[in-house]
């Protein structure tokens, strides 16, 4: 999968690109959401748990929205999603 970055953008949330790449080396769970955006949910190597938001673009790349620490909700819903086996990678 190939990213393209708006790290300005990640950066307000205090989130690294280095950062957020880690999730996709670790445990994560996907989400679809609206028009064809998935949202990623996944733990860092500092144990923070980030919600990544990709748009699919040709040629099987991926354009980063926005990066950022989840919120209480997403959290929650991550760690379920690993205890119960779903969409985890």
Do not use: C
């Not at 950062?19 to 949202?39: K, M």
């Not at 999603?81 to 779903?86: K, Q, R, V």
């Amino acid at each position: 999968m190939l990213l393209e970055w708006n790290v300005a953008h990640i950066a307000k949330h205090d989130v690294t690109r280095l950062e957020a790449e880690q999730i996709f080396t670790n445990d994560h769970a996907v989400r679809q959401t609206y028009g064809n955006r998935l949202l990623v949910f996944g733990m860092t190597e500092q144990e923070r748990v980030l919600a990544i938001i990709l748009h699919p673009k040709p040629e099987s790349r991926y354009y980063v929205v926005s990066a950022r620490p989840a919120n209480r909700q997403e959290r929650r819903d991550y760690q379920q999603e690993l205890n119960e086996g779903g969409d985890a990678a």
